[in-house]
Nanobody, 128 residues
């Protein structure tokens, strides 16, 4: 089971990026997935999550600017980041958690404690 992120980089404020997370070794349709970020000296923050049925949830800080999506045919999780701000600078991680038989298909979570599978991260740097 492996997650590999890509697409990070350096942009100016107001710019956009698209992050991707390629999954291998498991079927993402059985999982709910999420993007997290962690800036130096700060706790890991759940940015957005997506459920098995496509239901999404966003942190208030990124609502309306970031879009999470999933390509189940390609087993890829994406995050579109628009109107980036310097405070979005962080290492971004994708995570996946297998949905139990008792978990609704519309459920997802932005709590890091719920996830056992993580990628290695991709850096996003936003300058003024």
């Amino acid at each position: 089971v492996q997650l590999v992120e890509s697409g990070g980089g350096s942009v100016q404020a107001g710019g956009s990026l698209r992050l991707s997370c390629a999954a291998s070794g498991f079927t993402t349709s059985d999982y709910y997935m999420a993007w997290f970020r962690q800036a130096p000296g700060k706790e890991r923050e759940g940015v957005a999550c997506i459920a098995s049925d496509g239901t999404t949830n966003y942190a208030d800080s990124v609502q309306g600017r970031f879009t999470i999506s999933q390509d189940k045919a390609e087993d890829t999780l994406n995050l579109r980041l628009n109107n980036l701000k310097p405070e979005d600078t962080a290492m971004y991680y994708c995570a996946a958690q297998r949905r139990s038989p008792y978990t609704s298909v519309w459920f997802c979570s932005r709590a890091s404690s719920r996830f056992t599978t993580w990628g290695q991260g991709t850096q996003v740097t936003v300058s003024t």
